[in-house]
């Protein structure tokens, strides 16, 4: 049986689209291992697409236009990526591949939250819409929430869903007036000049009309979502919430579920004060979350980057793989094992380490235990004698070590142990370090 | 067209097995609307078959079998859902169900983790098994790992993957000792009467192993996995770590990849102290964690809780959801919306506020402000006065208050701006209620 090939065109090469290019190609064989079928770049369309295409090395066999209607006519095309961005163009691109019977991965926000249903009819003989990178970048948030929780009923979504408002308000909260951080945002690169679609939760809104839409299937246009952004707020308000509170405040995305009759849909967009103990006090930056309230899965939490092109692009092309398997239906092999893996010997794990011991408190102990380090090239972090103060035989004494294999630690435990005035009773805890 | 109906099976009707068909019935006819076709419960087995089917209020048109084997003989199956837990009588109905082209669906980490190949070699004729529920009841790692990063480079994962020693060491974390920590465990229910699978970090080292074998599709058999539990732990371990160290214990898992030739993974099981205000450190109590390193998506972290009947089961039926369109192949119409959804009006969303204003220091300007609230049946619920200690003119006010209804606090909210000692300046925040 000759191998299936499942094309792909990419519409638009700003920075998504080059990412999304550039993963599609480097990544092809292991995708097409994995689907058992042939991933292949077929056409791409860009304003500039010589220049484009020059710069991405792109060989001849790929089809290049300047304009997206050229795909619709493009034979033997499976999957069009739309990362042209605005309204328009992509809405015409969009709904011409989907009334056509292709199927599409969007990351367009504003698409998809202003023309839903356009969208919803052009679906209606059956090609499939993709777009997990319109919210929350390579948070598998839509995935979740419209498959993996398929059985669940969601009763509320929390979401910090936009990294500019997120990065100011912790900026704040570390002492910055809010002027001061958004000036750094856009130095940063991840505030735009016109910070106002942002600042104001328009963003925030559209992202909540699309988790609405996954959630439904049905149109909350993000207009009237009842919003309100963070331009009111003051750094006094942010220092006085922390000390008198203890609470932080985030620009939340809200939706809250009724069940019980048709899908009934409470949705704002608000600045909003949490717990300093809540895990959404934890997101910091210009990273994003999404709590998820379902019954019976619970509360989950999604958090990760919120935008970039890196992450935008992953999350297109894990939807592009996604929507290759369903058009190759269970007759598609699952992948066997590629080459067994290896497991790396333990010893080779490198860690920084917590040691505690017992030990006589006599002279020139911990001299020995320094030098049972040293002589395994392990040198210590940190030397530390919590209960020294009493008259006790047997003193307490926590080191902790720069960075060492696990198997030239264990080796130099193993001498300390055997050291007359070091107790056997022992602690090693490894520490994170990243 | 008739409507194509998939049939599935569930073995063992535990907690999780009953949990699994109590949602399938109940959840069907969404699950049939998003699918385009039917999903049915078609045969059930138990040792206890007959009283569980009772106790169910199963309809006699489900086949009900004390023999896992008499599935599949059974035509028209399609998806066999496996959660009757154990080693053997598992692998035999799953390697028969995949061998003879059945799709499975399991929640069973030890038959993952210790009869991968077999299990592999079972599906070479194209039967898929999916695996949600066996690690982080949940928490769509497996999915996400497998299916949605399918183009990253997982370079790391470190998990929170056992609820019991997580337990545990927060309790400990708040002053409890690590014997009485586990007693509460027990009589909650959540820690085993023997709990050494769970303290050793074997059952965390299964949890590793399932999720080495999403990444790479190779086996890596739990027990060579370095690990080790938190049995030499000590209370005073916790407290200096954090005191001294700014630092937390937490039992993870960690897989760390190489991808530079045939993937190599690092993996072990290892008490790990995390910063303060790292995001695994802020997971508390029985609930687990995935934080997972890739390129490009960046730094991911799923939180949720780990185990229970409800979110496993929601895992085992999103899997099913899963397959059934899969099996349905890109010839399944996606759902048009079911009734749109309608929004609910902005005025009725109920939640406590902040509010704050300034107000001209006179007698009497707070009874008038806390009149307005009244009015509207908004009671408040605490008062301060940041900077009244100075002798400016202007006097800054704090105020929270109660669950309110927007509209309400909206219309309060005018009538205290039109006292004419409050300044039209003033900034609104709503609490998180949750």
Redesign the interface.
């Known amino acids: 049986m000759p191998q299936r090939n499942i094309r792909v065109a990419v519409a638009g090469l700003g920075v998504v689209g080059r ?1 999304t290019v550039r ?2 190609q480097e ?1 092809a064989p ?2 097409s291992r ?1 689907l058992g079928a042939e991933l292949t770049l077929d056409a791409v369309c860009d304003r500039q697409v010589a220049r484009e295409a020059r710069a991405l090395k792109l060989p001849g066999c790929v089809f290049k236009t300047r304009d997206p209607q050229a795909l619709l006519s493009r034979p033997g095309l499976d999957v069009i990526v739309e990362v042209l961005g605005g309204l328009e163009d992509a809405r015409r691109l969009v709904v011409g591949a989907l009334a056509g019977g292709r ?1 599409v991965v969007t990351a367009n926000k504003l698409l998809l939250s202003r023309r839903w249903p356009a969208l ?1 009819a052009a ?2 003989h ?1 090609a ?1 819409l993709r777009f ?1 990178a319109a919210v929350g ?4 948030i839509v ?2 929430l419209g ?6 009923r969601v009763e ?1 979504v ?1 979401g910090i869903l936009n990294g500019t408002t997120n990065y100011i308000l912790t900026r704040v909260e570390e002492g910055l007036t809010p002027e001061a951080a958004l000036s750094e945002a856009q130095a940063l690169g991840f505030a735009e000049k016109d910070p106002r679609l942002d600042l104001s939760g328009q963003d925030t809104a559209q992202k909540v009309s699309v988790l ?1 839409a996954v959630l ?5 246009d993000p207009r ?3 919003c ?1 952004g963070i331009e ?3 750094a ?2 942010v220092a ?2 922390r000390e ?2 203890g ?1 932080a ?1 985030r620009l ?1 995305g809200a939706l ?1 579920l ?1 069940w019980s009759g ?7 967009v ?6 300093l ?4 006090a ?1 997101v910091r930056r210009q990273r994003n979350a999404v709590l998820v ?13 919120g935008a ?4 935008t ?3 297109v ?2 939807d592009v ?2 929507l290759a ?20 010997p ?1 010893e ?2 490198v ?1 920084p380490f ?1 040691l ?1 011991l017992r030990a006589m408190d006599r002279p020139g102990v911990l001299a020995r235990v320094a030098q049972a380090l040293g002589r395994r090239g392990i040198s210590i972090a940190s030397i ?1 004698q ?1 209960q020294s103060g009493g008259r006790a035989l047997w003193a ?1 004494v ?1 080191l ?1 070590t720069h960075p060492a294999a ?1 198997g030239r630690f264990d080796d130099a435990l193993a001498d300390i142990l055997r050291i007359p005035s070091i107790s056997p009773r ?7 370090d ?1």
Chains 1, 2 share one sequence.
Do not use: K, N
Request: charged share 25%; glycine share 8%.
């Open positions: 990412e993963l599609l990544r292991r995708l994995r199927h919803q679906r209606r059956g499939r997990e970048g390579a948070i598998p995935q979740s498959e993996s929780l398929c059985a669940d509320a929390y609405a439904t299937g049905a149109w909350l009237r979502i009842p309100r009111g707020l003051g006094e308000d006085f919430a008198e509170l609470r405040p939340l809250r009724d048709d899908p009934r849909v409470e949705a704002h608000f600045p909003t004060l949490v717990p103990s809540h895990p959404l934890a309230r379902a019954d019976p899965a619970g509360d989950l939490l999604f958090e990760g980057p970039g092109a890196g992450p692009a992953s999350a092309v894990g793989f996604l398997r369903e058009l190759l239906g269970a007759a598609s092999p699952e992948s066997p094992a590629a080459a067994p893996a290896e497991l790396a333990a080779d794990s860690s917590y505690r530390h919590p307490q926590v902790t696990q022992h602690a090693v805890l490894r520490m994170l990243a």
